[in-house]
């Protein structure tokens, strides 16, 4: 199943033509209805609502607007209310920003893609004001590369556009300007490589999100993208569960990341528009940016991540590594399962006594990385119900070296 997603302005003055894909011609107001059969989603502004209510209200309103405007006697399949997305414009009467735009088009659309699974998503670009149709795009890639990692399974994505209008010059041809298959390896580094390329303080909680500086910081941000990206797995479990969080030699304790409250906290910073006396206009709960959109992003596939036996740790490291860090997990994940035989059933034990390793360096930056994540003074094992349980014995150690 294929999902056709498509940007509108205001569609008012918009005249039937014939638009053409392949071989199929069709006489309608949009370039998206040459794409036959397929379910639409169609994104808007709020700023075509008129009539200043609640958000709620000009939702409706805008639906109401746009789905007759668009709608020709040939002009393909019928649109229905639940498949229009009104994202806040930078104009209107309830403003928002082009990061409000970006953050709101993503959570829309990544919630209709968990909600569909489509094999296939196509953006059709031609229609919408300037800045609409390149932030949707980078908002549906975001979506895409959460949703192929949170449901494991890969997607195309195809972004059209058409030829320019020049009047008396039919039929107009829609034509492919990229395609490009997303992975769960490809839609985790994708979300990782965001974050990484930015410095942490893009990140911080009171910058993308209001009152959820308790919740989490940036540093935590940038250390999760790094886990993830270099398969470190275990680490993402135990932050989110609070495993062996403090470090008893020093008895500082690292911050648990509780993150069905983090991303319900960026999900409303997204979302949530409330009325301000202040201000007498409706005003968004959050400034928002791109940034809150990528942090939710991150921690919803962290929030996918469970591995807690070295079964898990070889399944997740599969489905969500590259070539070269899945050969040196899988190199340590062998070397522990040679040693089998020293793993305690009682209690957990360091790596290094069941190695019968002595005087074992403390390990750093290098020795994490090369020995994919399981260095022999942090690792604990312990054998249970015939698996191989795997932690760390400190977060806060791990931390240090995460940066």
Partial sequence: M?????????????????YQLDETIVRSKTSFSVFRGKEKI???????????????????EVKDYVIPAITSP????????????????????IK?????????????????????????????????????SLLTKDALTLALSVYCAVKRK??????YNSDPYVKDH????????NSFTITPVSGLKYVTSQILSKTPDKYKPGRICDNCSSLFSEKDVHRVAKAMDSGLFLYVTQKLKGINLRDNDEGKEARKLEVDKVLDVLERAMTVVQWSEANNEYVYMSRGNVETAEAHALFKIASQIDVEDLDQLESAVEMYCDDVTSTIVKQEISHIRQSEGGIPQDRFEKYSNVMGLQNVGQTDKRILYAHGGLPYDLTLLRKEGGKILIRYESIIKIERMLG
């Fill in 2 to 18: 294929s999902l056709v997603f498509a940007v509108v302005g205001d569609p008012k003055n918009y005249a039937e033509v014939n």
């Fill in 42 to 60: 169609i994104i808007a502004g709020v700023s075509l609502c008129k009539n200043l209510t609640s958000f709620e209200d000009c939702e409706k």
């Fill in 74 to 93: 040939e002009g393909g399949d019928p649109i229905n209310h639940d498949n229009v997305i009104v994202a806040p414009n930078v104009m209107g009467k």
């Fill in 96 to 132: 928002g920003n082009l990061g409000l735009f970006f953050s709101h088009v993503y959570l829309s659309a990544l919630r209709k893609l968990l909600e569909k699974e489509p094999d296939g998503v196509v953006l059709d670009s031609t229609h919408g004001i300037n800045y609409m």
């Fill in 154 to 159: 890969k997607t195309t994505f195809s972004i």
């Fill in 170 to 177: 039919e039929p107009f041809v829609i034509r492919e300007v």
